[in-house]
């Protein structure tokens, strides 16, 4: 009645009156229930006055019989709330609580009660508490002293934080306010099982660490309470101490730290000299660190002494005399003291630095042993990385540099060191000398040149190699001209230089020659001085005769798709690599091709399948990230190229005779055989490119696919023609294609001598349509399904399925732009699995098998998670799959069973007869890859439950005793694994 | 194979603590022979029959057969030698052994735990 405004508040008051003077506490109490009850539900509809009365009348009933109070307190907690309380009751309020109420000995739900009352006050009128001055602050912490729940604790810790962060008057209870707080530290509380309000340990840490590191008031009492605890024995007590301290140095400074820093700098160290926990070391670290931190903050006043210093000074004495013992325990953690002290500011560094510096370097020439050198290489590295997090190096005060002659030699003699270990640290010490601006002069630069050119060409242990040329390749950003002028030339030269020497030798040196030419193209300028060179070398050994040409040739392009790699995200690189690169190798080929269709010479390893797949990547990678202009630029020259022939724009471009790679003739095998270059082009460009001609061009690409005798031509052209179909746009024009597409592919796949080349086609077409979802894809996968059956196509096309579900390398994936939508193999699956199920329970008990390979190679590639979840239900018919004799579908069928032993043993264990059977009889296989993995799954059967294993123990142990005389040794080691856990299986001490 | 054991005293395995290596251990395939030689820790170790036991153990479930297997501790290392050789000679007190499940116990947890 009352929400309504029917009554009003007073009429109730009157109405309940006989229960509110009652004599009986217990119907006095149900009473100022009723009362409280309404006032919870309406009390933003009180007037002013109302409230007044209330107010009053609730205050006095606060001395009224304990059994009143919860529900005196709940009225007052709706009264709060209002916002017509008039100024000065909420201060009468408090006041009364404080005074008439022990609240302590309440329930914890009243006790919470009073704190939601002091928040919503606290919230509402805080300039008429603050007007209580430090009257209200010693109020609450007679409320809240001796509180044990954790639920009210929260809301304790948030009152006293926000107590001190709105500045509330703390007065002469500063301390009182901090033993009420800091009693609960460190926290120890377990959340009960099942506890219902999920407040967890970590949010009572956090929301105490708050009220704690909330004020520098706290710290003379906190900082020795920190110390106190960092000393106990318990690992938790130690860890809340030090995050605690780190959460502290935030907000302190140095009056407030002045006092501790040597006995917390004592229990520092001795926690990181001591523990063997790695988690108390690292927090002991950043304790370390922020504090140096706080005290580089502090602004220094002339006369008092300055406490980083001396803080500093007294960590240097204390560890400054490990260091020179890198044989020691001792060396690392105080080198990693010093680090976390020396990383907290400029200042803390130069001070560190100009003492431990020289000290590294003098004790790099005591020590000969290379393990030594390489720890204190170690520790120097350390501090030279700190270095980095500065940036710049400056002129005047900086330490490093006046040590730079130092350092250098000693980063030198390291790369010089016949242990790979310490060439290793030497190597990446010389990375972060280069990237300091400015500290290496040119002349050391060369000489870091020559020594990376050595490392990287000559050293055995291919690691330091290759750690060189990444070296080489991070540093040259920085010093294009240096690498550019010394290292590319150097590099040239040996890669042209004829040795007598062995010609393994030679070959070994002009590979890494390559390599190096690639790793250190990460620059513009450099990647101008590298590509030619790279192109000339390819074009040498084209005309080369010797024996392992393609093998050179594949290698010259894999550096040159690394190059690609490493200047795709520069623009500018981009476009020049694509400009000379592409060109030049489409010349090349060409010229290779025409020679072919006339007479054979040398050139013709460079139109092998290797060699023309090798260049593929390179072409793609020059090509993706192309902006679109440039594209259009460049599209425009190299479909021409292919349709009329057009060679203009290639670089000598005198041919003998015109290229047709689509014409007709016998003698144009070779020239069909590019496509596989145009495929690389065209189907990389992004997808807003248009292609001229496109229609044309698509037609061609699907005659030559269909009539072409060669597999790798009539592959090449298939993917090509997937992949333009992938992305062109949908409508009339992609339907047409299509259409024509399957009225060629429906009658070559009939019959005919072509029946191949149209089923690569088909998969090809498929997959395109496939990832974006296309319409047409499901008739022409129900064409696939059907194909199955077919006793001369089944087996190809049951190979297909894995071509269909699997990544793509060179076509049709998101790298090169492709519509790829998320979730297709799910799809996939879900969409054709009952089909395939279906199919092979109608099929010949002949072509079967062509069933379950390719229903195995779908559940191959789909994401575990699903294959876990989908699986139980095709079980069956993977049962069956394993009696099957093709070893192809044995063994995806068993690495499809492997994860859901492991994952479903509840399903799996209902079959665990057949199971048993199938996998010993699989152990015995001629195959080896087979043998392994049905030993592989035995032994996941033991994550079986062991009652349903036990009865085949017995069994499995002798069976398994024949593969452990295997002859392969991979087979054996599986088997001993098997056996050992069959062994282990119910027996005691498990 | 058997590197990987677990010490019976120790929560290190018998590689760590050198009491089995390489060159201890000779393997003849053509005769179908295998012969461990293991150190005990100390001279007096009171595991040498349990270790011993426990290297036997392992091998007869990892190998074929007709491997015919010797395990015995290497001469001079330990006070009770020719008393551990001979009980881990014995065919019979190898099966008696693992008949006790007390001892069958000790011997699985050497064998598993890791691995």
Redesign the interface.
Known sequence: GVKDGRWTVLQLVEALGFCLENTDPRTRGRGIQLLSQVLLQCYSLLQEKEVLHLVLFYESRLQDHHLVIPSVLQGLRALSMCEVLSPGLAVSVLKAIFQEVHVQSLLQLDRHTVYSIITNFMSTREEELKGLGANFTFGFIQVMDGEKDPRNLLVAFQIVRDLIAKDYALGPFVEELFEVTSCYFPVDFTPPPNDPHGIQREDLILSLRAVLASTPQFAEFLLPLLIEKLDSELQSAKLDSLQTLTACCAIYGQKELQEFLPSLWSSLRREVFQTASEKIETECLAALHALSACLSRSVLSSDSEDLLDSFLSSILQDCRHHLCEPDMKLVWPSAKLLQAAAGASLRAFHRITCSVLPLLLEQYTKHTQSSQRRTILEMLLGFLELQQKWGHVEEDESTLLSLQAPVCSVVFSALMDPSVQLQLVGIKALTVLGSLQGFLSSSDLELVVDHLIHLALHEEDSQSSEAAMEAAGSMAPTYPKVFSGHMVPRLEEELQSEREDSYQNHHSLQQRCLQALAAVSTHTSIMRETVPVLLQHLQKVQKGTEARNAQDMVSVCQSLHRVALQCQQDAEGCWYFHQTVVPCLLAMAVQAAMQESTHTLPGKALLEEEVLTAMIPVISAATTHLSPELAAQSVSHVVPLFLDGEVSFLPQNSFPSSFQPFGDGECLEAQRRLVALLMAFVCSLPRDVAIPQQEWLLQELLALSCSCNCPFTATTAAKCFAGLVNKHPAGQQLDEILQLAVNRMEPSLAEGPRRAQALTLLLWVTKALMLRYHPLSSCLTDKLLGLLGDTELGPATADGFSLLMAESQDVLHKGCHADVRIMFRQRFFTDNVPKLVQGFHGADPDVKANYLKALSHVLNHLPKPVLVTELPTLLSLLLEALSCSDRVVQLSTLSCLHPLLLEAPQVMSLHVDTLVTKFLNLTSSPIMAVRIAALRCAHALTSLPTTVLLPYKGRVIRAL??P??DKKRLVRKEA??A??EW??LG???? | ?IRSINDPEHPLTLEELNVVEQVRVKVNDAESTVSVEFTPTIPHCSMATLIGLSIKV?LL??????FKLDVHITPGTHASEHAVNKQLADKERVAAALEN??L??????C??AR?
């Open positions: 005793a024949k452990l005389d001993v694994a056996r050992g062994f282990l027996s005691p001490g498990r | 194979l392992k479930r990892s190998l074929p057969e007709r499940t007390h069958l116990e000790v011997v699985n947890q064998l598993s691995s």
